[in-house]
């Protein structure tokens, strides 16, 4: 039966994941440089248009239908939302079909939209929407399905299944692997390592930080798909990962580079997000601490690492999101306990666990790189994926949108 409370709560947490893609086009369009503003927050801003779209006519029945055949893909039962109505679906008994429905399209439209801060400033807009389409239904979509869907292999992995509660692997560790492949097929800027590209509004870095924080509430508790003790369970260790993460992150590059980095600190707490998000519904508050300080330390290190490689991931998401997702995913086989939410890893005596964890992580990094490179290069040999170095030199808000960010001079 519906439960009114199960219902509006999941109502609310998809508004407040909704809310995290505004927050993160905030976020990555602080890090760029101002000729480049507009169309950074519009790549995030595209695709919730976007994905909504496709995702009521068919990547929810790709995701979420019945499985096809070997736990690889859904059917299209659910083509355009057929018999998705006010009735409990196959996923949540005390929730409308249709509010689950929405829940997880916040989902498939936050994810493709991380990917972009692997080649911002240099995508042509038109190839950047046939690739955001084709990759949430031919990757995202059957990701979520292995991982969430009607008999996903990765549920039924060794019996157990792999745990991911609310996305380590489904949106992070896919997102991360995409975005190393657009970093290297999009190639670097012009002028990356001999020209400043230092962040050009802070502020907007740390508002967006802090919307992505708040509505990771929503991502994370809502993920539990009912008003109960293992949503408060999600968001109090949410809560504390993010924490944890942002004063090691902090703290590390304080000692390090000898001041406290603000940039640091917003990044520092994302990846604490991050990593606690496949855990969530399955560790108890003092190891979510653990796992945030890992993801502080391990996060940063990915950093400073790719710099060092000279990879143009322009705003980081592989050493955030992809490195981040794959420690919060193993660390939930290290940590999570059966009585939190039923999931047991190492702790609670289920080492096996870790090989499942192993598994997902390889498994969707893997076709994620594949797929996504596939996509890419035929794109790039095609219609071209990058603006002309003059367009990118004036900036590409102006060559691709004909606006400025900012206007001064009238």
């Given at each position: 039966m519906i439960d009114s409370g199960d219902t509006a709560w999941i109502l609310v947490s998809t508004a407040l994941v909704m809310f995290m893609t505004p927050g993160l086009a905030f976020f990555y369009a602080g890090l760029v440089r101002s000729k480049n503003v507009l169309t950074t927050m519009m790549h995030s801003f595209i695709v919730m248009g976007l994905i909504s779209v496709l995702w009521v006519i068919v990547g929810y029945s790709l995701a979420f239908g019945p499985d096809a055949g070997g736990g690889l893909i859904g059917n299209l039962d659910y083509f355009g939302l057929k018999d998705v109505g006010q009735e409990p679906g196959p996923y949540a008994d005390t929730i409308p079909h249709l509010v689950f429905m929405v829940f997880q399209m916040t989902f498939a439209?936050?994810?493709p939209a991380l990917i972009t801060g692997a080649f911002a400033e240099r995508a042509k807009f038109g190839p950047f929407l046939i690739f955001m389409?084709?990759?949430?239904?031919?990757?995202?979509?059957?990701?979520?399905?292995?991982?969430?869907?009607?008999n996903g292999w990765l549920q039924d992995l060794w019996g157990a299944g792999a745990l991911d509660f609310a996305g380590g692997t489904v949106v992070h560790v896919n997102a991360g692997a995409a975005a190393l492949v657009a970093a290297i097929v999009y190639g670097r800027r012009k002028g990356y390592g001999s020209e400043p590209m230092e962040p050009h509004n802070i502020p907007f870095v740390l508002?967006?930080?802090?919307?992505?924080?708040?509505?990771?509430f929503g991502f994370n508790a809502g993920s539990a798909l009912a008003a109960d003790g293992i949503a408060a369970n999600a968001f109090v260790v949410t809560f504390v990962a993010a924490g944890a993460a942002m004063v090691t992150w902090t703290g590390i590059s304080w000692a390090l580079a000898g001041k406290p980095s603000a940039v640091g600190a917003a990044a520092g707490a994302v990846a604490g997000l991050v990593a606690i998000t496949p855990a969530a519904g399955f560790v108890d508050t003092m190891p979510a601490i653990a796992i945030g300080v890992g993801a502080g330390a391990i996060c940063y290190g990915a950093v400073q690492l790719r710099i060092r490689m000279r990879l143009d991931?322009?705003?980081d998401v592989?050493?955030?999101?992809?490195v981040g997702g794959a420690w919060g995913a193993f660390a939930t086989?290290?940590?999570?306990?059966?009585?939190?939410g039923g999931g047991a890893g190492v702790i609670d005596d289920n080492a096996g666990q870790l090989a499942r964890q192993l598994t997902g992580i390889g498994a969707t990094f893997a076709y994620s790189f594949v797929a996504t490179y596939i996509i890419l290069k035929a794109l790039d040999l095609t219609?071209?994926?990058?603006?002309?170095?003059?367009?990118?030199?004036?900036?590409?808000?102006?060559?691709?949108?004909?606006e400025r960010g900012y206007v001064f001079d009238v």
């Open positions: 439209i936050i994810t389409g084709l990759w949430s239904l031919v990757v995202y979509a059957p990701v979520a399905h292995w991982v969430w869907g009607d508002l967006g930080a802090a919307i992505l924080w708040f509505g990771w991931d322009s705003l592989v050493g955030v999101h992809g086989g290290i940590f999570a306990v059966a009585t939190v219609i071209g994926l990058r603006v002309t170095e003059d367009e990118e030199r004036v900036g590409v808000d102006l060559s691709e949108h004909g």
